[in-house]
């Protein structure tokens, strides 16, 4: 093995040992919104899918939950609807109309 196939061999397993974490930190988010006393299933996919589109939405989360044991669906989905970049996901260019 080379030299240049040892690095790329570090740069593979730091890879995925990243990956693997950000799949173990989502699970973890699963297994935290199935748990929320009024928890149901469109609530726990729309979460997942804002956590899911940036690591630190997963970490924003995740810490509020943990720092609010007690919250309730609509606490959650609140704190998520007031994050900075909750706006960006919906974001639709309009074109103008082409007239001949």
Do not use: C, G, W
């Not at 240049?4 to 061999?9: E, G, P, R, S």
């Not at 973890?28 to 609530?43: A, K």
């Amino acid at each position: 093995m080379t030299v240049l196939d040892t690095k790329a061999a570090v740069r593979l397993e730091k890879a995925f040992l990243k990956v693997r974490r950000k799949v173990e930190n989502m699970d973890e988010l699963t297994h935290m919104l199935n748990n929320v006393s009024d928890s149901y299933y469109d609530f726990v996919v729309a979460v997942l899918s804002y956590a899911k589109k940036k690591e630190h939405r997963e970490k924003a989360v995740s810490e509020y939950m943990m720092s609010n044991p007690d919250a309730k669906s609509s606490d959650i989905l609140l704190f998520v609807s007031e994050q900075e970049d909750f706006y960006e996901d919906n974001t639709v260019e309009i074109q103008p109309e082409k007239r001949d």
